[in-house]
């Protein structure tokens, strides 16, 4: 099976989206996700002007030699722009695989391990009462896992509450919005905002927070110790999740379990934080860490350390990243649970897919390959448009993690 042409198609129904198409000569086609979200088209390009050429022509069922020749052949190394275009030649090499053997790619990868995959979802608003009414919407929708982010008293914006009921979208048309950010009032904010769900919601739906890599580790020990008693599911990126020895001095300070890794993009940045278990979830997505392939090795090393996957899943990742990501959760043994964040219609229009919500579940579905695909057509209605995600600033003017 020869590829005869690979297509990148760039579009954005409600948002960004870059998508490769891998076609062959048996009639085959497979698609990946490429989206880097608001550095989108530096994956483009990267897949169009150095990738594209050594696709035309390569045997489509040598997958791990396609990712080796990719990944060491750029000799450079991974990285953002370079592990997001190989895990788009990845996917859609995984998705050829499945298509041309008749199978769903968690056959090909062990068969499942679970029925059904657990998600979360994002409630939000303004306050903490706007908060936690969103959080009950969630539960009557039957979610069993609801992540909890609520507006700082004194900030004007803060990560996590968004535009719209049950759905979430950080990146803005136009040039970076400006958002402030004082850690004061958001560690005074937390803990309340815990108490009152559990209060109104009672103990049999588990919680997660996300502190988007701001804190110290000394805050974050805080933090995560006051949050104990609540029993979170996870404490998401408590701190910068690339200087890991930040993750010894925070376990010695907290029980919290803790979810680390949206932003990695190779193995490399994790081994030490499993191998010493100094985190309990790998956020670590197929589409960021370079596709199927790399996430399974990820995956195996991590289990006999009691390590689990939590993948990302923001609406910044489409449904193709979703329906492979679906397709890994199901078959490894160590997996926890899968972020949710619904997509806008439009989005799931230009994207068809198998993969359906039931019941606080994501059902992957059984067609061969990923169960994912793309209308090129409508695509093309859906032009480009230029958004970056926000950047912080402490009330005296100094740039922070957003
Ligand atoms: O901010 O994917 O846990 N989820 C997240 C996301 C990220 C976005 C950035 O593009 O942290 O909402
Ligand atoms: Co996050």
């Known amino acids: ?216 580790p000394t805050e974050a020990g805080w933090l995560g110790h006051r949050l104990e008693d609540y029993r979170p599911f996870w404490l998401e990126d408590p701190i910068g999740d690339l200087l890991q020895d930040g993750f010894v001095h925070l376990r010695r300070q907290t029980r919290v379990p803790v979810a680390v890794g949206e932003i990695f993009n190779s193995v490399y940045q994790l081994h030490r934080l499993v191998t010493e278990q100094l985190v309990d979830y790998l956020r670590t997505t197929v589409l960021r860490t370079g596709g199927i392939t790399p996430l399974m090795k990820i995956a195996h090393l991590a289990d006999p350390y009691q390590v689990r996957l939590g993948s990302h899943g923001a609406t910044d990742l489409s449904p193709v990243t979703m329906a492979a990501a679906l397709q890994v959760d199901v078959a490894v043994h160590n997996f926890g649970i899968q972020e949710y964040m619904r997509h806008s219609d439009q989005t799931d229009e230009v994207f068809p897919h198998d993969y359906r919500f039931h019941g606080g579940y994501l059902h992957p579905g059984d067609s061969p390959g990923l169960g994912v695909d793309i209308d090129e057509d409508l695509a093309a209605k859906f032009p480009y448009e230029r958004a970056y995600l926000p950047v912080s600033r402490l009330a005296d003017g100094t740039v922070t993690w957003w």
């Open 1 to 216: 099976m020869k590829i005869t042409d690979a297509r990148v198609i760039v579009c954005s129904p409600g948002r960004n989206f870059v998508t490769l198409k891998l076609e062959t000569d048996e009639g085959l086609h497979g698609v990946g996700d490429a989206t880097l979200n608001g550095r989108e088209l530096a994956v483009a390009a990267y897949l169009q002007e150095h990738v594209v050429p050594l696709l035309i022509g390569r045997d489509a069922r040598r997958i791990e030699d396609t990712w080796q020749y990719l990944l060491k052949g750029s000799y450079w190394g991974p990285g953002p722009v370079t592990t997001s275009a190989i895990a788009a030649v990845d996917m859609a090499l995984w998705d050829l695989k499945g298509k041309a053997l008749g199978a769903p790619v968690h056959e090909l990868l062990g068969g499942r391990s679970r029925d059904r995959v657990l998600v979360y979802g994002h409630a939000n608003g303004r306050d903490v009462a706007e908060t936690v009414a969103a959080a009950e919407r969630y539960r009557d929708l039957g979610y069993r896992a609801i992540r909890l982010q609520s507006g700082v008293p004194g900030l004007e914006q803060a990560y996590g509450v968004g535009r719209g009921e049950l759905y979430y979208e950080p990146a803005e048309p136009g040039l970076p919005p400006e958002h402030g950010w004082s850690t004061e009032a958001y560690l005074d904010l937390v803990p309340k905002l815990f108490n009152a769900a559990r209060n109104t919601l009672g103990w049999d739906v588990h919680l997660l927070h996300d502190a988007h890599h701001r804190l110290t």
